[in-house]
């Protein structure tokens, strides 16, 4: 008789990929926190915005790191995505602390040049406070420069009703003086004619354009 018929064996089934093997699906996380990791960082070279993202990107991070504990996939951008996220939140800083001194030393700039003037740099002598029969106001005196350099000056004066202490002009006057130098200096301002007798005094004295 012929020989009994033998079926070949049948092949085994493929088992399923282990999580974490190749093929498994992506640790979106992870790119998320990659992603919004690199914005940060280049937001700190442009503007302080990299604060924000980069702290979305570290927690993105931290999550997508244990999450790629449990897949294998992704562990590495996590931790790419926490180190650029975190130098954006540094660097975010920078630029502020770096950007508040800027206007700060800017600001102080433009207070020496234009504000006040040191009281050290100047001495101020007053003269003359006259009034004539029409109510024009002449005051005068002079200033010297203390300062160890060439400094020029706007001196704000006030002239005042002497019988109610009420303020009828303000005028002031620009005064240019070199080291040393003792310039003299001379405003006029008006009154009502019923003004009796007047007084005068500096009310300020400022830089002007002293860099």
Do not use: H
Not at 77 to 103: M, P, R
Not at 187 to 194: I, Y
């Amino acid at each position: 008789p012929p020989p009994a018929y033998t079926p070949p064996p049948a092949a085994p089934y493929a088992a399923a990929p282990a999580a974490g093997a190749s093929g498994g699906a992506n640790n979106g996380m992870a790119i998320a926190a990659l992603v919004l990791g690199i914005i940060a960082l280049v937001l700190f070279f442009t503007c302080g915005l990299g604060i924000v993202v980069g702290i979305v990107a570290v927690i993105l991070g931290i999550i997508a790191r244990g999450k790629a504990k449990e897949t294998g996939k992704g562990a590495g951008q996590a931790l790419a995505g926490i180190v650029l996220g975190a130098l954006g939140v540094i660097g975010g800083i920078a630029f502020i602390v770096l950007i508040t001194v800027g206007i700060n030393r800017a600001s102080d700039k433009v207070g020496d040049a234009f504000g006040k003037a040191n009281s050290d740099n100047y001495d101020l002598v007053t003269k003359t406070c006259e009034k004539d029969s029409n109510g024009f106001v002449t005051f005068s005196g002079t200033i010297k420069n203390t300062a160890s350099r060439d400094l020029d000056f706007t001196i704000k004066t006030e002239i005042r009703d002497s019988s109610n202490g009420s303020l009828a002009d303000s005028p002031s006057t620009l005064v240019y003086t070199t080291k040393g130098d003792t310039v003299n200096w001379e405003v006029t301002g008006s009154v009502p004619d019923k003004t009796g007798q007047v007084e005068c005094k500096v009310s300020e004295v400022d830089n002007f354009g002293n860099f």
